[in-house]
């Protein structure tokens, strides 16, 4: 079992940047697929980004491919989510979730969430 906190949100303006951190508890991090989700009010939980088990593999929603950038070191059990030229429909709660048995680009292939964070970008 794997438990995920993540930090890191805030209010920036368009243009901005953020840095997401998802920690995790456990000694085998390592066997865990990483993936960040987003929810914004009134709308459905929806896929942002994903990393497998060794980071050889990633994988971005289209709406933020080229601005965000998902990493992790498996040595600091910590994903990161790098939001660059963010926008304001970038504003929502993201999570962090994880998998061991399949890479999380959906919610159903979820089986750990962390709390969220806040990310809030003005115009």
């Known amino acids: 079992q794997v438990q995920l906190v993540e930090s890191g949100g805030g209010l920036v303006q368009a243009g901005g940047s953020l840095r997401l951190s998802c920690a995790a508890s456990?000694?085998?991090?390592?066997?865990?697929?990483v993936g960040w989700f987003r929810q914004a009010p009134g709308k459905e939980r929806e896929f942002v980004a994903a990393?497998?088990?060794?980071?050889?593999?990633?994988y971005y929603a289209d709406p933020v491919k080229g601005r965000f950038t998902i990493s992790r070191d498996n040595a600091k059990n910590t994903v990161w989510l790098q939001m660059n030229s963010l926008k304001p429909e970038d504003t929502a709660v993201y999570y962090c979730?994880?998998?061991?048995?399949?890479?999380?680009?959906?919610?159903?292939?979820?089986?750990?969430w962390g709390q969220g964070t806040q990310v809030t970008v003005s115009s």
């Open positions: 456990g000694r085998t991090f390592s066997s865990y697929a």
């Open positions: 990393i497998s088990w060794g980071a050889g593999s990633t």
């Open positions: 979730a994880a998998s061991s048995s399949d890479v999380p680009t959906r919610v159903r292939l979820s089986n750990y």
